[in-house]
């Protein structure tokens, strides 16, 4: 299979030349790589013409086009046409040296997949477990393996709000387990959510659907509402052999009062795209989960370690709650 990766990135040179350095020992090579750099200086543009990679491609683009989504449309329309698959990486992964030979036999495996996402292995600490395990109700325990759940979790537990379907699914009421809660098994799993940083698709895909503009900027959760789309017109896995280090560069990240605001404002926009008409009981359970959740970030205010971002990203919560009365968000239209 031809195969294309895009890597959009922004400020961040020196995460990116370690990514392109990972992908340049793969055992299967891209066929076409494109960096779509949406930068306010030269500096990703400098450290690419000092290290030479093999039919990479480098577009700095202007504001109009800048902004992850932006960037990722304006990718898929530099696309060879020749290629079969295109791939996405976050310029801040590193790559495992069969990961795109495990991505691309997964096409091989099932045939209709028009996505596959690879697994992420240094962000959770997964153990083993007996058989017949019983985990406890600080635990999450899914085929065969344990990872310790985090303290939103075991109170939404408690609560009764926690997700009723498996990681990579999303509930009625949204506010779902993300794949980053499936093991590391080496196995594919089929899910309707991929993360937009570690994914690919079928060139198909994109001659009906696209990324969407109303994630503007950071691009928070523009992944599950490509991906909730894509699961509407067919199958979505995730191989969890085509492994890879995601390592979090703090640069290009917004305010800690803009991201609690995106937080909620896209979790609604996403939860409509996958529910556009949720009944009483998903309305309360999604409502009742988002203030929830605030009202911990206001916790960590006194227990947290980072006083000043907990209390500004849980204003942004609050603010984007409220906001949702007067001026709910538009979805686009396919």
């Given at each position: 299979?031809?195969?294309s990766?895009?890597i959009?990135?922004?400020?961040?040179?020196?995460?990116?030349?370690?990514?392109?350095?990972?992908?340049?020992?793969?055992?299967?090579?891209?066929?076409?790589?494109?960096?779509?750099?949406?930068?306010?200086?030269?500096?990703?543009?400098?450290?690419i013409?000092?290290?030479?990679?093999?039919?990479?491609?480098?577009?700095?683009?202007?504001n109009?086009?800048?902004?992850?989504?932006?960037?990722?449309?304006?990718g898929?329309?530099?696309?060879?046409?020749?290629?079969?698959?295109?791939?996405?990486?976050?310029?801040?992964?590193?790559?495992?040296?069969?990961?795109?030979?495990n991505?691309l036999?997964?096409?091989?495996?099932?045939?209709?997949?028009?996505?596959?996402?690879?697994?992420?292995?240094?962000?959770?600490?997964?153990?083993?477990?007996p058989?017949?395990?019983?985990?406890?109700i600080?635990?999450?325990y899914?085929?065969?393996w344990?990872?310790?759940?985090?303290?939103r979790?075991?109170l939404?537990?408690?609560?009764?709000l926690?997700?009723?379907?498996?990681?990579g699914?999303?509930?009625?009421?949204?506010?779902?387990?993300?794949?980053?809660?499936?093991p590391p098994?080496?196995?594919?799993?089929?899910?309707?959510?991929?993360?937009?940083?570690?994914?690919?698709?079928k060139?198909s895909?994109?001659?009906?659907?696209?990324?969407?503009?109303?994630?503007?900027?950071?691009?928070?959760?523009?992944?599950?509402d490509?991906?909730?789309?894509?699961?509407?017109t067919?199958?979505?896995?995730?191989?969890?052999?085509?492994?890879?280090?995601?390592?979090?560069?703090?640069?290009?990240?917004?305010?800690?009062?803009?991201?609690?605001?995106?937080?909620?404002?896209?979790?609604?926009?996403?939860?409509r795209?996958k529910?556009?008409n949720p009944?009483?009981?998903s309305r309360?359970?999604?409502?009742?989960?988002?203030?929830?959740?605030?009202l911990?970030?206001?916790?960590?205010?006194?227990?947290?370690?980072?006083?000043?971002a907990?209390?500004?990203?849980?204003?942004?919560r609050?603010?984007?709650?409220?906001?949702?009365?007067?001026?709910?968000?538009v979805?686009?239209?396919?």
């Amino acid at each position: 299979m031809k195969f294309s990766l895009i890597i959009c990135t922004y400020m961040r040179p020196e995460p990116l030349l370690k990514l392109l350095q990972s992908v340049h020992k793969q055992t299967i090579y891209p066929d076409e790589i494109l960096i779509i750099d949406g930068s306010l200086n030269n500096e990703t543009e400098v450290i690419i013409s000092q290290n030479q990679f093999e039919n990479l491609n480098y577009y700095l683009v202007d504001n109009a086009n800048r902004g992850l989504t932006k960037q990722r449309n304006f990718g898929i329309n530099k696309v060879n046409n020749t290629m079969e698959i295109v791939c996405f990486l976050d310029d801040d992964t590193i790559l495992e040296t069969d990961y795109f030979k495990n991505l691309l036999d997964t096409y091989n495996l099932f045939p209709e997949a028009l996505g596959v996402g690879g697994f992420i292995t240094n962000e959770v600490k997964w153990e083993k477990t007996p058989e017949n395990y019983i985990p406890t109700i600080n635990e999450f325990y899914f085929d065969g393996w344990k990872r310790k759940d985090g303290s939103r979790f075991i109170l939404r537990k408690k609560l009764n709000l926690d997700s009723d379907c498996p990681p990579g699914f999303s509930p009625l009421f949204s506010h779902g387990r993300s794949v980053s809660f499936l093991p590391p098994t080496d196995k594919i799993y089929e899910v309707e959510q991929l993360m937009g940083g570690v994914s690919s698709f079928k060139k198909s895909v994109f001659e009906k659907l696209s990324f969407s503009e109303y994630f503007a900027g950071y691009g928070l959760y523009e992944d599950a509402d490509f991906t909730l789309r894509v699961a509407k017109t067919g199958k979505l896995y995730i191989n969890t052999a085509a492994k890879l280090g995601h390592f979090h560069a703090a640069s290009g990240r917004p305010n800690q009062y803009l991201y609690g605001k995106m937080v909620v404002r896209n979790g609604w926009y996403v939860w409509r795209v996958k529910n556009s008409n949720p009944n009483v009981k998903s309305r309360l359970k999604w409502n009742a989960i988002t203030i929830l959740l605030t009202l911990i970030r206001f916790t960590n205010v006194i227990t947290g370690s980072d006083k000043k971002a907990a209390f500004t990203e849980a204003m942004g919560r609050t603010i984007g709650w409220w906001s949702l009365i007067f001026n709910k968000p538009v979805l686009d239209k396919e």
